[in-house]
């Protein structure tokens, strides 16, 4: 017989990089979810994992002043989103100490904060990736348990797009119903302004009637399903025609985007817009600027540039990104303003050495101001000899990792920028994620 969670009450002494209380059992750490620096917590006992132990708050004694009633019914056993618990005030206070931290664990000090951007708190979420599970006679489809690889069990979520949120039970009757319910272990979603895609993988052929099922499931939610039997290059549509491109719109710059439902695009459309325009204003009057946009995926932040007057190159590791970015810029009329090349920007100049040849050649057309938007890795190790180039000025670096922006940024330093000014973007609201925006000058401006 399978024995209950251990309770326990625990003084929570402080929070973890997650989000997590800290606590103590016989001095060994314990990360409580929905506990408060303060509070004395009961919580449910979950799992060890070298040395330490994990646990669910179920009950608060003593409730902290930055304390508020969860709006999700799943939390905290679903682990979608962490901070649940916490008033938004106090989640930016927490993630601007993120931030904070990590700058000065590379001595990095700033010579201005922006205040922190948020924007919608909930229903924000137009890209996920969505568990899978069958157990005995019933679906799950959702986000992972708190400290688990189970899949919590939800009927609704209020973090994503309401549209996703919506199709969570008709998938799960669906899922039920086909041949191989054990063979779906995950399914994205992808949201534009308007269309809704689903990703659904799967380890196992479908029979002709699972094809009808999902056929007549498209249809009634009007969502596009395709289906991915390995990796992103099997992807094929349920109706075998051509794979649909999704759209969003940045309306402030007259600017249409489209992009393929497996491509990156940021999860949260109106905190992005806002983000667009606090970097562009960071690179003040771009009139006459050449501007390289590094990691610059479909275009996001290139294309406002070129629409502002700037000339713009954009470089991105994946072929199917440039392409794209390219498109964009044909569909926005601004294929003469920016020019989109495709380089591996951490080619360090070895065996493979197009993408690091790329960059030096661009290099070559004189950017006055460098746009950085890499993956939660950093830059990369061209970033020193990139800022050796002497006409850049400004350096607008967006970033997802508050450790690599620090870790980048003491570089940028060490190359004669300082830190002029940082800011928080709350692109996750409710979970330990964080957008960082930061200005680095030449010193001699």
């Known amino acids: 017989m399978k024995k209950s969670p251990i309770e326990q009450d625990f003084l929570v002494e402080s929070l973890d990089k997650s989000g997590n209380g800290v606590g103590f059992l016989a001095d060994k750490k314990v990360l409580i979810r929905n506990a408060l620096a303060g509070e004395v917590a009961t919580a449910r006992l979950l799992k060890r994992k070298r040395g330490i132990r994990f646990a669910d708050g179920i009950r608060i004694q003593n409730p902290a002043a930055n304390r508020r009633d969860s709006s999700c019914k799943s939390f905290p056993r679903c682990g979608g989103c962490g901070l649940h618990h916490m008033t938004t005030s106090f989640q930016m206070e927490f993630k601007k100490k993120l931030l904070a931290d990590a700058l000065k664990s590379f001595g990095l000090t700033p010579d201005h904060w922006m205040e922190s951007v948020v924007a919608c708190r909930l229903g924000y979420r137009r890209k996920a990736r969505l568990g899978v599970r069958h157990v005995g006679s019933e679906v799950l489809v959702g986000f992972r348990e708190s400290f688990s690889n189970r899949v919590a069990r939800i009927g609704e979520c209020l973090t994503l797009d309401p549209r996703v949120s919506m199709l969570i039970k008709p998938l799960k009757l669906l899922i039920a119903e086909v041949s191989i319910p054990n063979q779906i272990p995950q399914i994205e979603v992808a949201c534009g302004d308007e269309e809704l895609s689903l990703i659904v993988r799967h380890l196992a052929n479908w029979s002709g009637e699972d094809l009808v099922r999902w056929k007549e499931f498209s249809d009634t939610f009007n969502v596009e399903v395709l289906f991915q039997s390995e990796g992103y290059d099997s992807l094929v549509r349920l109706s075998d025609e051509k794979i649909s491109r999704l759209k969003y719109k940045l309306i402030e710059y007259g600017l249409s985007f489209e992009f393929y439902p497996q491509q990156f695009t ?81 080619d360090q100049g070895g065996q493979n050495a ?75 609201p409710n979970t330990s994620h964080l957008e960082t925006l930061g200005l680095f000058v030449k010193e001699c401006l």
């Open 354 to 428: 197009a993408g690091y040849t790329q960059l030096a050649e661009v290099m070559q057309e004189n950017p006055t101001s460098i746009l950085l938007d890499p993956p939660r890795s950093g830059a990369g190790t061209n970033l020193a000899s990139i800022c050796k180039k002497e006409s850049i000025e400004r350096i607008v670096y967006v970033s997802c990792n508050p450790e690599t922006f620090a870790s980048d940024g003491a570089i940028l330093i060490e190359s004669g920028f300082r830190l002029n000014r940082v800011g928080v973007f709350d692109m996750f």
């Open 266 to 346: 940021q999860v949260n459309a109106l905190l992005n817009q806002d983000l667009v325009r606090s970097a562009l204003a960071l690179m003040g009057d771009l009139r006459n600027q050449v501007v390289v946009d590094l990691f610059c995926g479909i275009g996001n932040f290139s294309l406002p540039i070129a629409r502002s007057g700037g000339k713009v190159i954009g470089l991105e590791m994946e072929q199917s990104a440039v392409e794209m970015a390219r498109s964009n810029a044909r569909l926005n009329g601004l294929e003469d303003f920016a020019r989109f090349e495709v380089a591996d920007l951490y």
